[in-house]
């Protein structure tokens, strides 16, 4: 499985599976994305602007706290999602009552369904202690109302909640499938040589699940900083309390949508990009991601 | 200090550059050219043809379009839903910067549920003006006082004001006299009657400063110059004067003694432990169809309406304003006659604005059939057209819309530190940066 | 048939883990559905799980459907138009893509992933106003490719693709297939489509749930009501809550509405859910080691 068999020759029919997507990739992502590279660099009448709109972006009286706000928030949502998504999707895996794990990967998934505005009125009552199903729950942690459920200092573990809730689903099952095809000769062996599940997954299934969780930790990191979806939803369901203006992706929004300002707009969204990017560069030097083995 | 108001300028700077690159855009595709005029008002009209009549209005207006398309059936209409551009989405603004820059597109006609769409549609140059020969004087005219003062940029109209939300005291007739109090007429007689309340009936509320727009209610009434609007891009902010400190500290008092709710009235958790202790409510006119009759299911002949309090030295009682939308006509518009036509309907008809709108009509003919058939349902305990129809008169004129949105600010800034047990009286000058930083960062040049 | 290496003994501990956060996951859903079965007044006042009455239920069908004369109906078919069109050109172009990135070394190959990677990264706030020039130039708006081709790009489809087929692919398979002559195109039809069913089903999955369920692409584009998906009508429905937005008026929707219309817009993703998942579980490389 893991011996490296010798690389193909240059493929001649490469270029034929790929036109598809090369087409579809220059037309909507290469082009849309080197157009907001130009707006980033240059002012609204079109002329280059240097770095004048990133000053603007950090002058503004909201960049450093959401800075701050993002930074949090990526510390409890990344260390969620990489420790319950790989644990969860081990332990399904070892589960050998029949029609359980399918059961149960198919409840874990539900939430992914809801997205956006489905998912306001959810939030709403799940976090109000008067009418949620988890009211005593609340209740024993001391909140009485919905506003203090939502006071400042519980948004970045409210968010990373509200993410994982619709997100790690799916990727629980992607990992699920990831570990279906590690042979099970070699958990087979492992286990005639002693191992245990605990041991199994360290040296043999995390190992063999790298790339799969390369891949996860740089979308998430990306998705992290460029968190949007979950404040804008708290901000909905408590009519502007709680989560306006909390991320950076939410200013560069405000900037292209309210201010009709796209120039700053797509300056934060480089900064956030730069930010994906190196993250994502260290990961793939570091994993052999893009290596054809 | 310096450094902010440099950045100011620099904003505005690119809004100026930003309107003209939007004209020179809209030329050079050939479009429906508005010449980026030199006189203020006028416009360029685009060549005029036959096609239909494009209209934009939220789910509750639909019935306005839908109307007045059975009654003209040989106007050819294009009826699009949106979202109104409820909850601040900017869905049209997002729209028309789009239009602009593709140079198609715009609707004739659209309905707006924000009062402060002529901040950007003026400069964007979509709102054609409407007093320089499209509607006549006269008409206007018909209007409540300064209720189209939103949609006027320097003595311009560049829209048509839909409904007022005028304050009044909303109050339970039937438990007042049960208990025998009096109607307050000052804030000072509703502040001593709200202390009175919390400790002969304590639960029982005088009104509610849990929700975003409570600083129109209380703080606009109060006559608080936190939102004075100077000019297209100037604002005075000044929310620490006495005007605002005395009505905050009432807020502040009545809140210690639990007769003032902290939550929000369209709150689950008011609608379930509150909504049944109401004695007083100050609160906008769609208060009594929409809270009372439609979310608290409030039984028939117990609401009644009052004047809203005045401080007792203040000669000039006046109120404040809830929101209220606008109706916008494109200055793109191919069919301005049809066009023109249509809004003048839908904002001054009898059959729309008077039997059928919700809220409370802008333009005063239709308000007085609307108060006749509200006082023809029976619900409410006493005439409420008299206080209603004062009030339209009495809103203070200095608190005004910028295209930043007041509900935001006051709902992040001071509704968190409301729950956390702050005072009101503390969190006005935190309140006052807030309204400046958000303000500057709009390009507008604050004066404190 | 496979191996069975799992221990019979389940671990208690394992299943109390297991078994909590199912309980995480589903029970805001078990809130959803069971608020669809109530009353406004109902929803604020009885205890939050439990069951209203099929009356209401009924009833806020009736109000749902009778929202402006079947919109919902309408909302539906568009979603399920851009969302299988969109599926449908995805896997023709993502699965051969990320096969051949995987298996085959070609020129520009580091430079697509390189790239595939970069515009994945990118935040889409900013990419609307690029997209919606773009699209004008080519004059589509209005029409439905307005959306459905920017959905058929589906980046993250093309790395599933291409981490599967780099995993889960017997080089020596191949390598086999090339000693007896086969062309490209004849092993992939011969060994990789076989063998992709998973990665199709996960791909085709992801992609019909990331259609379904984008909002803020239909919301800009598309110019006319009569266009829009579900997703941006059950943004609709929620600004015509009173709670949500006061001044909504006498035509008001009221939240069971809301929660029954969110429960119908999910019902098609839990559909291609349980149907991609049959392709997931049995053994993926049963087949393989067969052949």
Partial sequence: ?293 | MIRSNLVARRRRTATLLAVAALTLAATACGAATSSGGDTKGRFTQAPQSDGPLTVWVDSTRLAAAQLYQKQNPTVKMDIVSYDGDANGSNYLQTKVSLFNRTGNGWPDVVFSSQNNEATWAVTAKFAAPLNKGLVPQSLLDGWAPNANQPCTVDGTVYCLRNDLSQTVLWYNAALMTQWGYQVPSTWEEYEALGKKVATEHPGYLVGAAGDTFTPEIYLWASKCGANHITGPKAVTVNATSPACTRMAALLDSLIAAKSMSTSSVFSSDFDKNEADKILMMPGPSWYGGSLFQGTFKTPKGQIAVAPMPHWADDKNPSVGNVGGGTWLLSAHSAHLKAATAFLTWVTTSDDYQGKVAVGYPAYAAAAKTWLAAQAASGYYANDITAPLQAAAGQVWPDWGYGQFSQEAIWAATVTPGLTAGKTIVSMLPAWQKAISDYARSDGYQVTQ | MRTETRRAIPNPLAAVVLVAFAVFFVLPVVWLVLAATKTDDQLVRDSPLSFGSWDALRANWDALTGYQSGAILLWLRNSAVYSFVALAITLCVAVPAGYALAVTEFRGRRTLLIATLVVMLMPNATLVVPLFLEINAVHLIGSMWSVILPYAFYPFGVYLAYIYFGAALPRELLDAAKLDGCSEFAAFRHIGLPLAAPVVALVGFFSFVANWTNYFLPYVLLPSSDQVPVQVGLGTLLDNVPQFNPTAGALAVQRPEVALATLVAIVPVLLVFLFSQRFLVAGLLAGATKD
């Fill in chain 1, 1 to 293: 499985m893991t011996t490296v068999a010798p690389r193909q020759r240059r493929s001649r029919a490469a270029p034929a599976f790929v036109a598809g997507y090369v087409i579809l990739l220059v037309a909507f992502g290469v082009v849309p994305t080197v157009y907001a590279i130009y707006f980033a660099f240059t002012d609204s009448g079109g002329a280059f602007a240097g770095l004048g709109n990133f000053a603007d972006a950090a002058a503004d009286f909201r960049f450093l706290p959401a800075i701050g706000h993002v930074a949090l928030y990526l510390v409890c949502w990344l260390a969620g999602l990489v420790v319950f998504v790989v644990g969860l999707a081990l332990l399904l895996h070892r589960l050998q009552v029949r029609g359980a794990g399918r059961t149960l990967r198919f409840l874990y998934y539900l939430p992914g369904a809801l997205a956006g505005a489905a998912s306001v009125m959810v939030w709403l009552f799940v976090l109000d202690p008067a009418v949620s199903p988890v009211g005593f729950l609340l209740r024993a942690l001391g909140y009485q109302t919905f506003g203090q459920v939502i006071a400042p200092g519980n948004l970045p573990v409210l968010f990373a909640a509200i993410a994982f809730w619709t997100g790690a689903g799916g990727w629980i099952v992607v990992m699920y499938g990831a570990l279906n095809t590690i042979s099970p000769e070699v958990l087979e062996a492992a286990r005639i040589d002693g191992a245990g599940a605990w041991q199994t997954a360290r040296r043999i299934q995390i190992p063999l699940l790298r790339k799969w969780i390369v891949y996860m930790v740089i979308l998430a990191f990306a998705g992290g900083t460029q968190l949007f979806v979950e404040p804008q939803l708290l901000s909905q369901a408590s009519v502007g309390v709680a989560g306006r203006d909390y991320s950076p992706n939410q200013l560069s929004y405000d900037f292209a949508f309210q201010n009709d300002n796209v120039n700053t707009a797509a300056a934060i969204s480089v900064e956030l990009l730069v930010v994906g990017l190196v993250v994502a560069a260290v990961f793939v030097v570091r994993s052999g991601f893009f290596d054809a083995d």
